[in-house]
């Protein structure tokens, strides 16, 4: 089976998404922040398919996890956030 990155698996979900497919999406978001802890974006997009599945605690905490993520001071040499950035 062939690995895929990231973000194919993070776009995929998000076609998902658009044809209404979320409980797919909620698999493959999850698959990319088990792969990229610190993937705020996928914590965010797996915290918003949950909500619109009505699994509202499950949101939350995927919530709580981006919102502890913060951003390093301009002076720091080591990121504390990663945001990935989509190719278009």
Do not use: N
Not at 5 to 20: C, L, N
Request: proline content about 3%.
């Amino acid at each position: 089976m062939t690995e895929h990155s990231i973000d194919e698996i993070f776009d995929d979900a998000s076609g998902d998404i658009a044809v209404g497919d979320l409980e797919s999406a909620v698999a493959k978001y999850r698959r990319c922040v088990e792969m990229a802890p610190d993937f705020f974006d996928g914590w965010h997009a797996l915290g918003m398919a949950l909500m619109k599945l009505g699994r509202f605690a499950e949101a939350i905490e995927a919530g709580q996890v981006f919102r502890s993520f913060t951003i390093a001071p301009a002076t720091s040499k080591k990121p504390k956030l990663q945001v990935r950035r989509r190719r278009y």
